[in-house]
């Protein structure tokens, strides 16, 4: 993807000099920065926060049209449009802002619940729900930092699900060993499925993609073939479904038993803190960062890349395995075929509306958890189908996908566009995307 | 140029609005002043599995059924569907914050939730379909029989088949899919038994409890691969349990018999009458094996509003209508009146006990 930057791999030099101080360059020449243009796959994961911003901002607007087209309501009044104009309108905007109320209500905050209890509830659901997206958004997001399209979190989080509900089941001991227990089974599982991808990249240069694709092929069969195996299956059942986790194997609940937010929502937040610092402070991401901007760069500069690849690629195994963990032990007490959902594609969309950096995949994981909690009270209590707010998911990665389009739309600046002004401030930039 | 691009784009326009116009020219609705016929503050609430309420099969019939306690007592509906496994406890959340009287699970994937949730809120009721491992008083299981019906099918698929082949397949491999398969398997079976025939099943074998699956229950390209499997290996009756998956078999079969005008194949649908629900191939839907979901839960919910809830499991028999096989619509003159007989014979022997139809996935009182 990035081989195809003969301007920065001018800047190895400079990368490898400083190999072991994160800290990039200062003083690089301009004229180099004014040749380079990041790639496609750059701009696309490495956008800015205004671009997310905006893109969120455009998605919600064409959402809100097509609530309005798509709400009965509206429809009936637009066939007599001409009579009574108004009507219409009245009828799609009330759609429009009934569905995005309740989505509010559903994910941050409802007014109209019984106590205070109830009313704080959204809230919480949106962190348990987000808890597992901010692991695979991590583990997406980590590999995009490498130049690696890890498509296979979806697989990874199955076998960290498969190790870690496997313990959970078979070692009864008591909870304060179980929890790093299931943690580490699913540190275990995610790290072996997302390394095999990483060795066959490395050894034969087989293509990310299509390995990561396949792997999770394998896993989603493998976890259906394990539950109907006495290995998984619940017993006296025909169903493929595990048996319940036990008390001592469940993570302990934060806010108690009326909520459903558990511990590995803490585990999360370490998990944030852990890669930013991998990222932009160890020797070992500045590695993975330099591997990702230009791997021919990084090779000159005495980095191996096959190793790096390797090791990336079991890192972004390792976070996705603890979503599964945390899936597994912490929301759905029990192992079932569907219990990655659709997380390993979702964090997909997380990690590029995060710009693939910790922090940022952090929000958009609770942007994307509040979609989840909120998309519930909306269908329910308008009539909303779930699948405008898929379809709402689906226009954020649209709008992200195409930077130039929400940029003419919100005018916002074209950091490629060799600005005159600020030389100085787009060179830095513009290390800041190699390194 | 005399269609330059600026050309056509104007007269699309021009046409769009037309359209338009002619659409909204409806004359307005005199402002109703009250809601006619009776209404109750009775809330009926359903929440899918990962299927959706559009999946042609038991989702969208017990959606069917909720729907029609609405129109027929006036209740108040609330729905969700599920995209994942992981939305059911929300989901079902949401209906107890909703107030709902009583809650149907479409699944047996929704029975962790169902009785988790059940236990929280004893006031509330529910009701699962497809699930009988709940045992609570505020919960009322909904199972059915499908092998009785699938056995009816069975019979009738042999004495119809000309090469002496017929099929199934299953989308996954659930007990209330093979419980289908294992009915229709068993009815061939005791077809060749009464006939002294030889008719083979493929896609499934009741010893080993092994067959053809597609392994999902979304995709019909696959259905319809296999069906045209199947057919190249000389099956001309096909029964494919996966919910919209069948769409490709009926595709498939309606491509062949185009080809083949000959010797058409048919098919057999499950759940619902398919003759009912895909008008375009009403030509070639043999029978159906129907699965009453609807009826029993409009029951439910009438039983519950007069407050006779029960907490008694509701099993779906022959016996009781709550399976059976559906008309035979346009096939009725090609299937011959003794074969129509032996079919109320088996159906009078499967309810007597008989006859008797014992499948892995049947339900137990």
Redesign the interface.
């Known amino acids: 993807m990035s081989d195809k930057q003969p301007a920065a791999q001018q800047v190895d030099p400079a990368l490898a000099a400083d190999i072991n101080a994160p800290t990039p360059p200062q003083d690089v020449p301009s004229q180099l920065v004014e040749t380079q243009k990041p790639s496609l796959f750059a701009r696309i994961a490495g956008g800015n926060i205004g671009l997310s911003i905006g893109a969120a901002l455009a998605a919600f607007i064409v959402g809100g049209l097509l609530i309005a087209v798509t709400d009965p309501a509206t429809q009936t009044a637009?066939?007599?449009?001409?009579?009574?104009p108004l009507?219409t309108l009245a009828a799609g905007w009330s759609a429009a802002y009934d569905s995005y109320v309740a989505l509010l209500q559903?994910s941050i905050f409802n007014p109209n619940?019984r106590n205070f209890t109830?009313q704080i509830r959204p809230l919480t659901?949106t962190l348990t729900?987000a808890t597992p997206l901010i692991f695979a958004g991590l583990a997406v997001a980590l590999s995009f930092r490498a130049g690696l399209f890890n498509i296979g979190a979806q697989g990874q989080i199955i076998l960290g699900a498969i190790i870690s509900g496997w313990v959970a089941l078979n070692a009864g001991l008591p909870v304060i060993v179980m929890v790093p227990l299931i943690l580490l089974g699913g540190i275990v599982g995610g790290a072996i499925w997302g390394g095999i991808i990483g060795v066959l990249k490395a050894r034969t240069g087989a293509h990310e993609v299509i390995l990561s694709i396949m792997m999770n092929y394998i896993a989603a069969?493998l976890l259906?073939y394990l539950l109907?195996t006495p290995l998984l299956q619940r017993e006296g059942?025909?169903?493929?479904?595990s048996e319940?986790l036990g008390e001592n194997a469940l993570f302990p609940l934060l806010l108690g038993p009326q909520f459903?937010l558990h511990a590995g929502f803490l585990a999360a937040l370490l998990a944030v803190a852990f890669v930013w610092w991998l990222l932009n402070r160890s020797t070992v991401g500045f590695r993975l960062r330099a591997v990702g901007a230009n791997p021919n760069a990084a090779r000159t500069a005495g980095i191996s890349v096959a190793s790096g690849y390797i090791v990336v690629m079991a890192l972004s195994g390792a976070l996705a395995g603890l979503a599964g963990a945390a899936?597994v032990a912490g929301?759905?007490?029990?192992l079932?075929?569907?219990?990655a959902?659709?997380?390993g594609f979702d964090a997909i969309t997380v990690a590029l509306l995060g710009r693939s950096k910790p922090v940022g995949t952090f929000f958009a994981a609770l942007l994307y958890g509040a979609f989840?909690?909120g998309g519930?009270?909306m269908?329910?209590?308008t009539?909303t189908?779930?699948d405008i707010v898929?379809v709402l998911q689906a226009l954020i990665v649209l709008f992200i996908a195409a930077p130039p389009l929400v940029r003419a739309i919100f005018r916002l600046p074209d950091p490629t566009g060799a600005p005159r002004t600020k030389k100085k401030k787009s060179a830095s930039k513009a290390v800041e995307a190699a390194a | 140029m005399a269609f330059s691009r600026k050309h056509i784009a104007s007269t699309g326009s021009l046409l769009g609005i037309s359209a338009l116009l002619l659409a909204g020219c409806g004359a307005a609705p005199e402002e109703s002043s009250s809601a006619s016929g009776e209404s109750t503050d009775y809330l009926g609430c359903i929440v899918s599995d990962f299927g959706g309420f559009q999946d042609k099969s038991f989702n969208q019939n017990s959606y069917a059924g909720v729907k029609h306690a609405k129109t027929e007592f006036g209740i108040n509906m609330k729905e969700a569907q599920s995209t994942a496994e992981t939305d059911y406890a929300p989901n079902l959340n949401e209906m107890v914050q909703a107030g709902c009287n009583l809650t149907v699970t479409v699944g047996f994937g929704l029975a962790d939730t169902t009785k988790e949730i059940a236990e929280a809120n004893p006031d509330l009721h529910f009701t699962i379909v497809d699930d009988n491992s709940i045992e609570l008083d505020n919960v009322r299981p909904i199972v059915f029989d499908t092998a009785q019906a699938a056995f009816q099918a069975g019979y009738v698929a042999a004495a119809q088949s000309k090469t002496g082949k017929v099929a199934t397949y299953g989308g996954m491999e659930f007990p209330t899919v093979t419980i289908f398969m294992d009915g229709f398997a068993q009815g061939v079976e005791y077809y060749n038994e009464q006939k002294n025939a030889d008719v083979e099943v493929l896609g499934w074998n009741s010893d080993s409890q092994s067959g053809t699956f597609t392994g999902d229950f979304e995709d019909a390209t696959k259905g319809k691969t296999n069906t045209q499997n199947f057919l190249d290996q000389g099956a001309d009756v096909i029964m494919p349990v996966a919910g919209p998956v069948g769409s490709g078999t009926l595709e498939a079969v309606k491509e062949y018999n185009a080809s083949n005008p000959d010797s058409p194949a048919s098919v057999v649908w499950v759940d619902a009458d398919g003759f009912e629900t895909n008008a375009d191939y009403q030509d070639i839907i043999l029978t159906s094996v129907m699965k009453k979901m609807d009826d029993a839960i409009t029951e439910t919910i009438k039983a519950d509003m007069d407050g006779n809830f029960t907490s008694e499991a509701y099993i779906g028999t022959l016996e009781n209508d709550g399976v059976g096989l559906a008309p035979f619509h346009n096939f009725d003159s090609e299937v011959t009146d003794e074969t129509k007989a032996e079919l109320n014979q088996i159906k009078e022997d499967i309810i007597s006990g008989t006859i008797k139809v014992e499948t892995a996935g049947s339900p137990t009182a």
């Open positions: 637009s066939k007599y449009f001409f009579a009574r009507d559903g619940g109830q659901e729900v069969n259906v109907k059942s025909s169903n493929p479904i319940k459903r899936q929301t759905e007490k029990v079932s075929t569907g219990i959902a659709s997380l989840r909690a519930v009270s269908q329910v209590s009539g189908d779930i898929l």
